[in-house]
């Protein structure tokens, strides 16, 4: 029988008693999982003895060892191309994984694209930052990889990625580019996405741990800076790329040409701005939406939210109205649990029926399809 999940995980020099721990874990679930560990220190006499007497033991286990050291991308790629289940994921060397609310998910449903659950972290003495994940959006996706630890995929499509698309560029951030380039597999389909609300994934705190620190991947963040631009100039977009600078895991991107609506001025002359917010009355496409006459610093907070916002990407995705809100709209959202629980400076959408936004908001409002009457809109949020 097929399994259901497959676990890539790569070794290098891995302590004995880390791996010992992950597999107590995961042998009450061997029945729907397979565990497809890469041994990338083919040197480390007892790390190979342990391994392939695992094999031999434990029968949903598939075994690797690389003939030298290859690194983590090719280590990937080897756990990848040993993988049969119908989703996969990757379950570090290090980390922790309770499968129950994960395979109860797949058992209940087993049409997703993608799945994800929350995380936490620990050390020797206890577990902490447990991170309520926000519901996934196509917008704050593509800026931050919130929905790492644990992310499940659909083999078959992750094969294709890495047959096709040229992942060994960005080897230190290979998840994050799968992540990009799986999405890119969805244009013009709605991805099927389930979050799974349970603690299911530990990150383990160590010293040599990028759950302690970010910086122990020092070429991260110019690979991210870079695999961004080149996701979003494959959508037609002129991207300039930064990472935050308080947040160092968080992509901040601008916007300047690609699209009609980045022609507004660039100028807080009040005559300008004006004029051509008047000018909207003619168009289809983009319009003020709700109350009138407007604040003019309500317009000058929606025209600088706008070279935010990958228009041109969002069109592949949505077909939805998208209304951009100025921050005094917020408080009608704040109740919302993504709301709540997406970081600061970060673009994301949240989906709400037609009905409510005319009766509480008012804003920018782009259609993708003016001749379409949808009963939902999407609302660009960035707190």
């Known amino acids: ?29 061997s029945e729907q999982t397979e565990w497809v560990l890469v041994n990338d220190s083919p040197f480390n006499e007892e790390l190979v003895g342990y391994v392939e007497k695992l094999k031999i033991d434990q029968k949903f286990i598939k075994v690797h060892t690389n003939k030298k050291n290859l690194g983590i991308y090719k280590s990937y790629v080897a756990g990848y191309e040993l ?12 980390d922790h994984m309770d499968l129950r609310a994960v395979l109860a998910c797949l058992e209940k449903e087993d049409d997703y694209d993608l799945l994800y659950s929350n995380e936490y972290k620990f050390d020797e003495q206890r577990k902490f930052d447990f991170f309520d994940k926000p519901e996934l959006d196509i917008l704050s996706a593509a ?10 995929m659909k083999t078959a499509i992750v094969k294709r990625v890495i047959k096709e698309r040229s992942l060994g560029k960005y080897s230190s951030i290979f998840d994050i580019c799968l992540m990009l380039d799986y999405i890119n597999e969805f244009r013009n389909s709605e991805m099927k996405v389930a979050h799974i609300d349970s603690f299911s994934y530990g990150w383990r705190v160590h010293q040599n741990s990028t759950a302690l620190n970010i910086d122990q991947k020092p070429t991260a963040h110019m690979e991210r800076i870079k695999k961004t631009e080149e996701f979003f100039k494959s959508f037609g977009e002129t991207p300039i790329v930064s990472i935050d600078q308080s947040i160092q895991y968080l992509v901040c991107s601008e916007f300047f040409s690609g699209h009609d609506l980045y022609n507004i001025p660039l100028t807080n002359n ?16 983009v319009s003020w939406f709700g109350n009138q006459p407007v604040a003019f610093e309500r317009i000058i907070e929606v025209l600088n939210i706008i070279h935010r916002l990958p228009f041109k990407y969002l069109e592949e995705y949505t077909t939805l109205p998208t209304i951009i809100v100025p921050k005094c709209c917020y408080k009608h959202l704040e109740s919302d649990p993504s709301y709540q629980k997406h970081l600061s400076n970060v673009p ?32 660009i949020v960035i707190k």
């Open 348 to 379: 994301f959408i949240l989906k709400r029926d037609l009905n409510f936004a005319m009766k509480n908001l008012n804003g920018l409002i782009v259609k993708t399809n003016p001749d379409i009457n949808e009963s939902q809109v999407n609302i």
């Open 1 to 29: 029988m097929r399994k259901i999940l497959s676990l890539i995980t790569p070794l290098y020099n891995t302590p004995i008693n880390y791996l010992e721990e992950l597999k107590e874990q995961l042998i009450p679930y």
């Open 83 to 94: 993988a049969s289940g119908v989703y996969c994921g990757i379950l570090d060397h290090d």
């Open 270 to 285: 009040r005559e300008g701005i004006e004029r051509w917010f008047g000018s909207l009355s003619n168009d289809k496409n």
């Open 143 to 152: 800026f931050y990889f919130y929905s790492h630890h644990i992310t499940l």
